[in-house]
């Protein structure tokens, strides 16, 4: 299976905003809820946020609620992160991945393969 690809990540200074994508094949966004999961240097990866097939269920991490949107178009096979208001804390490698959610939980599957992320960093 071809990893899911991240982009968008960059350089910002703490209140600043930012907007990942993630895109892939319809054999994953057809069928799958969807994630943003980042993993900070000496740190374990965590779930961010995750979205249902039909955008019915979202879920977001205590940490990020209300400063992040997770969006879906499964038209064009992508995934979206609008992070606004960030801090210091939200630096790490963000990752999307098929994902299980029922908007109270966000887990990656099982046999995910992780992409190569893309980088945020927030300086205060």
């Known amino acids: 299976q071809v990893p899911l690809v991240e982009s968008g990540g960059g350089s910002v200074q703490a209140g600043g905003s930012l907007r990942l994508s993630c895109t892939g094949s319809?054999?994953?966004?057809?069928?799958?809820?969807m994630g943003w999961f980042r993993q900070a240097p000496g740190k374990e990866r965590e779930g961010v946020s995750c979205?249902?097939?039909?955008?019915?269920?979202?879920y977001y991490a205590d940490s990020v609620k209300g400063r992040f949107t997770v969006s879906r178009d499964n038209a064009k096979n992508t995934l979206e992160l609008h992070m606004d208001s960030l801090r210091p804390e939200d630096t790490a490698t963000y990752y999307c991945?098929?994902?299980?959610?029922?908007?109270?939980?966000?887990?990656?599957?099982?046999?995910?393969?992780w992409g190569q992320g893309t980088q945020v960093t927030v300086s205060s």
């Open positions: 991945a098929a994902a299980y959610t029922d908007g109270s939980y966000c887990r990656a599957q099982s046999d995910t393969e």
């Open positions: 319809a054999s994953i966004f057809d069928v799958n809820a």
């Open positions: 979205i249902s097939w039909s955008g019915q269920w979202k």
